[in-house]
Antibody, heavy 120, light 115 residues
Framework: EVQLVESGGGLVKPGGSLRLSCAAS????????MSWVRQAPGKGLEWIGR??????????DYAAPVKGRFTISRDDSNNTVYMQMNSLKSEDTAVYYC???????????WGQGTLVTVSS | DIVMTQSPDSLAVSLGERATINCKSS????????????LAWYQQKPGQPPKVLIY???TRESGVPDRFSGSGSGTDFTLTISSLQAEDVAVYYC???????????FGPGTKVDIK
């Protein structure tokens, strides 16, 4: 059974940093493309970024609102994907979901999410 | 960026009746080389993460009940629940995955309730 477990969320001040982790199990993580999607409280879904498998290579892609501030990385030896979030803003407040993403772009497995609150 | 819109914002349908949700993209998401529309539908029940229901506009994900169907091509799409069940109460989102480099965008969501 595919499992994605996010951690690292919490309360952070504007301008601060946070690193989210997503521990994966139940599938061959090294072959998987991974993504982060967020959902502000009471709002819709917003794609943040995608990292391909090392074997498929290529750049990691980001949505415009987070480009240059967020960095997605992966550790295949630990079946974990990370997202380093810097220069956080109040509008980054959201539940952050880790997902697997098919090569063509649908998000087929989701974690339960971790809440990030950016507030002074 | 491709902007996705959905209508209605919400709807209430009697149990066993049909529910229809519309999704429109600001530009075509039909890829002419393979004649596929790069459009998916998700269901998000209260307190849960989303779940993919449909991709390629009309291909049902494994395990999704056949009362859910997707149709449309190009810029206009529809998700139909043929006979609404209590467990279908949720918010439904469409998503395009056409853009290259990828900028995946979702519609704003349609909330489905029981009348």
């Amino acid at each position: 059974e595919v499992q994605l477990v996010e951690s690292g969320g919490g309360l952070v001040k504007p301008g601060g940093s946070l690193r989210l982790s997503c521990a994966a199990s139940g599938f061959t993580f090294s072959n998987a493309w991974m993504s982060w999607v967020r959902q502000a409280p009471g709002k819709g879904l917003e794609w943040i970024g995608r990292i391909k498998s090392k074997s498929d290579g290529g750049p990691t892609d980001y949505a415009a609102p987070v480009k240059g501030r967020f960095t997605i990385s992966r550790d295949d030896s630990n079946n974990t994907v990370y997202m380093q979030m810097n220069s956080l803003k109040s509008e980054d407040t959201a539940v952050y979901y880790c997902t697997t993403v098919r090569w063509f772009g649908t998000f087929d497995h989701w974690g339960q999410g971790t809440l990030v609150t950016v507030s002074s | 960026d491709i902007v996705m819109t959905q209508s209605p914002d919400s709807l209430a349908v009697s149990l066993g009746e049909r529910a229809t949700i519309n999704c429109k993209s600001s530009q075509s998401v039909l890829y002419s080389s393979n004649n596929k529309s790069y459009l998916a539908w998700y269901q998000q029940k209260p307190g849960q993460p989303p779940k993919v229901l449909i991709y390629w506009a009309s291909t049902r994900e494994s395990g999704v009940p056949d009362r859910f169907s997707g149709s449309g091509s190009g810029t206009d799409f529809t998700l139909t629940i043929s006979s609404l069940q209590a467990e279908d109460v949720a918010v439904y989102y469409c998503q395009q995955y056409y853009s290259t480099p990828p900028i995946f965008t979702f519609g704003p969501g349609t909330k489905v309730d029981i009348k």
